[in-house]
């Protein structure tokens, strides 16, 4: 099986910035897109952004300029750099992957989620 292990998250003020990371493991073939969502307490959960295997990027507006996305391929590894943190960026975030991964001597193609990291920005 597959799994996405995050880590990182924690409490940071107005202003200061996070790194949360996200490990995938198992019997893994290859990883597509990856990215990271968040869901805040009564929100649904949202696409704050994700990464294509050769590195392209997609962003919701509402971190364009303040957040950047990352992978490393070797490592099966997707990185969320947050900066310039506002107190409307607390949820729990969330790691996705469509993997392409193996069973005995059968291949499929799943969405993983990992468990979440709380990120809360106060003072």
């Known amino acids: 099986q597959v799994q996405l292990v995050e880590s990182g998250g924690g409490l940071v003020q107005p202003g200061g910035s996070l790194r949360v990371s996200c490990v995938a493991s198992?019997?893994?073939?290859?990883?597509?897109?990856m990215g990271w969502y968040r869901q805040a307490p009564g929100m649904q959960r949202e696409l704050v952004a994700s990464?294509?295997?050769?590195?392209?990027?997609n962003y919701a507006d509402s971190v364009k300029g303040r957040f950047t996305i990352s992978r490393d391929n070797a490592e099966n590894t997707v990185y969320l750099q947050m900066t310039t943190l506002k107190p409307e960026d607390t949820a729990v975030y969330y790691c996705?992957?469509?993997?392409?991964?193996?069973?005995?001597?059968?291949?499929?193609?799943?969405?993983?989620w990992g468990q979440g990291t709380q990120v809360t920005v106060s003072s």
């Open positions: 198992g019997s893994i073939l290859s990883i597509n897109d």
């Open positions: 990464i294509t295997s050769g590195g392209s990027t």
């Open positions: 996705n992957a469509n993997i392409k991964w193996m069973r005995r001597f059968s291949r499929f193609t799943s969405d993983f």
